[in-house]
């Protein structure tokens, strides 16, 4: 790292109609140097980095490159000052190939003519150790390849300074490793990194600096080697938050549910679960943790009755201790809410299986009981009642509770889904991803919540990505890979590096050539 | 054998008015925009050349009316017509942000209103129903050059058209070569899959959308031209025929699967579907409209055909339909 300044932003402000997303923020680029842009959702870190990249343009404030101060209108003039961003959603068309990818909007030539790309991207891979397949198209791309490509089409357009939007969220723990060494070997190429991120240990092993941001002020910056995980959350949150998650242990042990021999096939008559068993007690949460797509929504899907499941599957369920359980395969949804089965489900696409982003509070808490009662007309004073009552309970932050959910912030949406679930007194309760782009107030909000549901006795089933947060919160983790159950392990005494081999590998299992 | 070479080349006629609308809504789609408006389009095409020519040849007098002047004004006047409507509809939904069915839907029905006004106007100052005639234009868009003279039925078959029908077969080819050879091409994919990657990537998203929409337009309108003036030899008809072959013209951009050279030879095959009745001996009034369901028939079967099989390059461009806004979140 030297002292030379690549990038200074100076005083910039930025408002999203009476959302003030940044508020005079400083921030300073050194050339050769790893910065983690640090803060809770909605902190303004993404916004801050989309003015830097050309995609929205500051309402005050200037921007100096290499000391000269500059304009910058569109990603194209970014380009031309050689700065380069990686989205968190890539930015990549999915019908074009690595190498059409690339050459999108450089309008080098007339005619397309990749022979040259090709020449150049072998290239830039053989100097950083990146593996990209020019003339794959990218619907055959896994997500790390996918992120590769971006890197690759961002250095390719000659950046120096590459800006990273939470690049590691969708990556398993080895895939992390090698885009972290990806990123050293650029730092030492003099290239300056910025990398968005809420993962503290991430921002402790990469970073050279991190500059922190709350409700769009810029706090400060520390190198990272002078600064903890404990200082950089106070700092982000903005008063002693404790770190730890609890775990408390619980003295009702129950069978919950009992799944066995579990295959789904989908649509495509792709198998998208294999043979899976295994059982959830109440009182206990278990973790579920695989590369995402490895068959965890199909799972809960199926359990919740939404998923057609092959001959000879049984998904057994007991309310209580001693009851004879019943059976959840061929029901529908409806089905199983009539059956008495207290099940909770808080799907990983909140606004388009969990609540009706167009509906107010209230409305989608009626969504759950407008079925009960033989009245023709809805009743709406309890969902009412109970829409405040989770506004109050879990501090949701909403105008009223007759707006729309869609306009609420990722956070507080989450809550009224998991407040609304939870309000039914779950004895099963299943959440998919259930902290994915919260923040971390809101995310310990999460963690507490399933506690409470376990310490009351429900089975949790919390699908996971964040492997720290599975290895502390869960009693026990079920891992699945490519649709199987790969390995099932106690929380207490497993490590990230088992988990994370136990992702990508079954066991017994010669890997097929 | 007369039959048959006669439905083929009643196809040719036909198909050529679908494949300009087809073409220009490819296009149009390509760039992310579902133009419903292409009937509408195809009529502001027809009723704008047709008033030139006709303003031309009544200004200088029947008599000494140059073909190939009247021709030139038909259609420099037929493209300013429709790409006038593409800029309405790419103002509204682009720049406005409007829904791009309804904004369609209703230009559609406008542009028909406004071709049949002034459909009406011009009869009546040509002096009735039918009467309108623009001759000398009209000769230049039906003239005819045989290079296999005596060959009999080829003949017929291959150069019994006006230089339109040749002219939509070389717009396609150009198109495809376009979309899927250059740089601009590739941007404009782009902008149509996935409008904010092609943002990122420094293209001018608003600047494709527009001129894809307006060129676009220009070559839909294009199809209305050649109707009025090879098909019905330069005069007005509100049958609302051109309209009917703009609804086709958006069913054969799905039956191409948005490709240009497929676009070629099922627009013929959607003429020959479209007056296959005519040939079929013993239909009444009432199975005839069986028959006419034909082409969309086609597309509806095409339509399951591809979503079976599920290939992607098959599929229509990803952010079809909807608008973008690059400060949205």
Redesign the interface.
């Known amino acids: 790292m030297t002292n030379e300044v690549a990038v200074q932003m100076v005083d910039i402000t930025k408002t999203f109609g009476p959302v003030v997303a940044n508020n005079k923020v400083n921030l300073t680029i050194y050339r050769g140097e790893i910065l983690s842009l640090l803060g809770e959702n909605g902190s303004g870190k993404t916004t801050l980095m989309n003015m830097l990249s050309g995609i929205y343009f500051p309402d005050s404030g200037s921007v100096f490159v290499d000391g000269v101060p500059v304009t910058i209108r569109s990603p194209k003039d970014a380009f031309n000052l050689h700065i380069g961003m990686i989205h968190q959603h890539f930015k990549l068309v999915d019908v074009l190939t690595a190498a059409e990818n690339i050459i999108l909007g450089l309008n080098e030539k007339a005619f397309i003519d990749l022979k040259d790309v090709r020449k150049q991207v072998a290239q830039i891979c053989d100097r950083y150790g990146f593996v990209v397949n020019p003339d794959k198209k990218v619907y055959d791309m896994s997500v790390s390849e996918k992120q590769t490509l971006e890197i690759v089409k961002v250095l390719y357009r000659g950046a120096d300074i590459l800006i990273l939007d939470e690049p590691t969220a969708v990556l398993t723990p080895q895939e992390t490793q090698k885009l972290f060494h990806v990123m050293r070997n650029m730092k030492d190429d003099g290239k300056s990194i910025i990398i968005i991120t809420h993962k503290l240990h991430e921002v402790l092993e990469i970073s050279d600096r991190v500059a922190v941001l709350r409700k769009g002020e810029y706090i400060g910056d520390i190198a990272t080697q002078l600064t903890s995980a404990q200082e950089l959350t106070d700092m982000m949150v903005g008063r002693a938050v404790s770190l730890n998650i609890d775990r408390p242990q619980c003295e009702i042990k129950r069978e919950c549910l009992s799944v066995e021999h579990l295959s789904v096939i989908d649509a495509d008559g792709v198998k998208k679960l294999k043979d899976v068993s295994f059982t959830a007690y109440g009182g206990e949460v278990l973790g579920i943790a695989g590369i995402s797509g490895s068959g965890q929504k199909e799972l809960l899907e199926a359990i919740a009755g939404l998923q057609f499941i092959q001959q000879g599957g049984s998904i057994l369920y007991s309310s209580a201790e001693g009851e004879q359980p019943t059976q959840l395969v061929g029901r529908t949804p409806r089905d199983i809410k009539r059956m008495g089965v207290r099940l909770a489900f808080v799907p990983e696409d909140r606004l388009g299986m969990g609540l009706v982003g167009s509906m107010d509070l209230t409305d989608n808490m009626l969504l759950r009981s407008y079925k009960d009662g033989a009245s023709p007309f809805a009743n709406r004073a309890n969902p009412r009642n109970l829409a405040k009552t989770v506004v109050e309970e879990l501090e949701v932050v909403t105008p009223s509770i007759s707006t729309p959910v869609r306009k609420l912030s990722g956070g507080n949406v989450q809550k009224v889904l998991v407040g609304r679930e939870i309000a039914s007194q779950p004895s099963l309760l299943m959440s998919a991803y259930a902290v994915r782009g919260l923040d971390i107030n809101t995310s310990y909000t999460i963690y507490r919540l399933m506690n409470e549901q376990k310490m009351r006795g429900a089975a949790v089933i919390y699908v996971g990505e964040d492997l720290d947060v599975l290895l502390e919160l869960c009693d026990r983790i079920l891992v699945l890979c490519a649709g199987e159950v790969s390995g099932l392990v106690d929380g207490r005494n497993t490590t990230k590096e088992e988990v994370g081999l136990m992702m990508m590998h079954l066991p017994n299992k010669e890997v097929e050539a | 054998m007369t039959q048959l070479i006669s439905i083929l080349t009643t196809a040719v006629t036909f198909g050529t008015v679908i494949m300009y609308g087809a073409l220009g809504e490819i296009l149009t789609e390509k760039s992310g925009n579902l133009n419903l408006g292409v009937p509408g389009i195809m009529y502001l095409g027809g009723i704008s050349g047709l008033i030139g020519a006709y303003l031309y040849e009544t200004g200088v007098g029947a008599a000494n009316a140059l073909p190939v002047v009247g021709m030139i004004i038909a259609i420099v006047c037929a493209l300013a017509g429709s790409m006038l409507g593409g800029l309405i509809f790419s103002f509204l939904t682009i720049t406005l942000r409007t829904n791009q069915n309804v904004t369609g839907l209703t230009l559609t029905i406008i542009s028909a209103g406004i071709a049949n006004y002034f459909g009406g106007t011009l009869s009546k100052m040509a002096g009735g129903v039918g009467q309108i005639s623009v001759a000398a234009t009209s000769s230049a868009f039906r003239w005819t050059q045989s290079l296999t003279d005596g060959w009999g039925e080829f003949d017929t078959l291959f150069f019994n058209y006006g230089f339109m029908t040749y002219l939509a077969i070389v717009i396609a080819i150009v198109l495809s070569i376009f979309i899927n050879?250059?740089?601009?091409?590739?941007?404009l994919?782009?902008v149509g899959?996935?409008p904010?990657?092609?943002?990122?990537?420094?293209?001018?998203v608003t600047r494709y959308k527009y001129l894809a929409t307006c060129i676009g337009a220009g070559i839909s309108g294009l199809g209305g031209l050649y109707y009025v003036m090879d098909y019905i030899k330069g005069t007005w008809a509100n049958d609302g025929n051109i309209e009917a072959l703009g609804w086709l013209a958006v069913a054969l951009v799905i039956f191409a699967t948005w490709k240009s050279l497929r676009g070629i030879w099922s627009a013929y095959l959607f003429g020959a579907l479209c007056w296959l009745y005519y040939y079929i001996p013993g239909l009444t009034r009432s199975t005839q409209e069986l028959f006419k369901m034909l082409p969309y028939v086609a597309t509806i079967a095409v339509l399951l055909f591809v979503s079976f099989r599920?290939r992607?390059?098959d599929?229509p461009p990803?952010s079809l339909g909807l608008s973008y806004f690059?400060?949205e979140?």
Do not use: M, S
Request: glycine fraction near 8%; avoid cysteine.
């Open positions: 050879r250059t740089t601009k091409g590739l941007n994919r782009a899959e996935n904010a990657t092609a943002d990122a990537a420094g293209i001018n599920k992607k390059e599929q990803a690059r400060e979140r």
